[in-house]
């Protein structure tokens, strides 16, 4: 990947991921969120970056994105899937704007599948991540008790085996999964299929 590419970034939030993939591989972004208060965030981050000549802010939604088919040479996502009401569809969409063989790559939260880290990590969650957050303010606190439940609630609904054949199903393939920080964190990634196959 170089500077003649075009990566889209969806749920680009304050463009944090746009404005690394413009300083490691120096290609264009086009970042899409569907909140004026994220993008006009990523505003200020990436010109404070030196990175806003090399990308496109637009306000849109993943379900929907105002894209031919097959328009990206790459595409990141962060924290999406819990937030929408059809992940698989999401999914479809996702990869439907991706030229074929053209990678995906998703960071997400998620809950840890080895029994002493999944309690570190509840703890933390239920407790330390909220109680931090009210030290910061009325709002970091919501949040922490938002993620504390919608982040289980997600595993619940699609279990990482589950969640990786909604991928497959979307027409990706060669997929791969890493764990971080003790499996509360993932990042799934793969190519989109060649038309036809």
Same mark, same amino acid.
């Given at each position: 990947?170089?500077?003649?590419?075009?990566?889209?970034?969806?749920?680009?939030?304050?463009?944090?991921?746009?404005?690394?993939?413009?300083? %490691?591989?120096?290609? %264009?972004?086009?970042?899409?969120?569907?909140?004026?208060?994220?993008?006009?965030?990523?505003?200020?981050?990436?010109?404070?970056?030196?990175?806003?000549?090399? /990308?496109?802010?637009?306000?849109?939604?993943?379900? %929907? @994105?105002?894209?031919?088919?097959?328009? *990206?040479?790459? @595409?990141? /996502?962060? &924290?999406?899937?819990? &937030?929408?009401?059809?992940?698989?569809?999401?999914? %479809?969409?996702?990869?439907?704007?991706?030229?074929?063989?053209?990678?995906?790559? #998703?960071?997400? *939260?998620? /809950?840890?599948?080895?029994?002493?880290?999944?309690?570190?990590?509840? #703890? &933390?969650?239920?407790? =330390?991540?909220?109680?931090? =957050?009210?030290?910061?303010?009325?709002?970091? &606190?919501?949040?922490?008790? *938002?993620?504390?439940? #919608?982040?289980?609630? *997600?595993?619940?609904?699609?279990?990482?085996?589950?969640? +990786?054949?909604?991928?497959?199903?979307?027409?990706?393939?060669?997929?791969?999964?890493?764990? +971080?920080?003790?499996?509360?964190?993932?990042?799934?990634?793969?190519?989109?299929?060649?038309?036809?196959?």
């Amino acid at each position: 990947m170089g500077p003649e590419a075009h990566v889209l970034d969806v749920a680009t939030g304050t463009g944090a991921v746009a404005a690394q993939l413009v300083r %490691r591989h120096g290609c %264009r972004v086009t970042g899409v969120d569907a909140s004026p208060d994220m993008l006009r965030h990523a505003r200020e981050r990436l010109r404070a970056a030196g990175a806003a000549d090399r /990308v496109v802010l637009l306000e849109g939604r993943a379900e %929907r @994105l105002p894209f031919d088919d097959a328009s *990206f040479d790459g @595409l990141t /996502v962060t &924290y999406l899937l819990r &937030y929408v009401d059809d992940p698989a569809a999401t999914l %479809r969409e996702l990869a439907r704007v991706l030229r074929p063989g053209a990678t995906l790559a #998703s960071l997400d *939260f998620a /809950v840890p599948p080895r029994a002493l880290a999944r309690a570190a990590w509840r #703890s &933390y969650v239920e407790v =330390g991540l909220p109680a931090a =957050g009210a030290l910061v303010g009325p709002g970091w &606190y919501r949040a922490g008790r *938002f993620l504390a439940r #919608s982040i289980p609630d *997600f595993d619940r609904r699609h279990p990482m085996p589950q969640l +990786l054949g909604l991928y497959a199903a979307a027409g990706l393939e060669s997929l791969a999964l890493r764990r +971080l920080s003790l499996g509360g964190g993932a990042v799934i990634w793969g190519r989109r299929a060649a038309a036809g196959r």
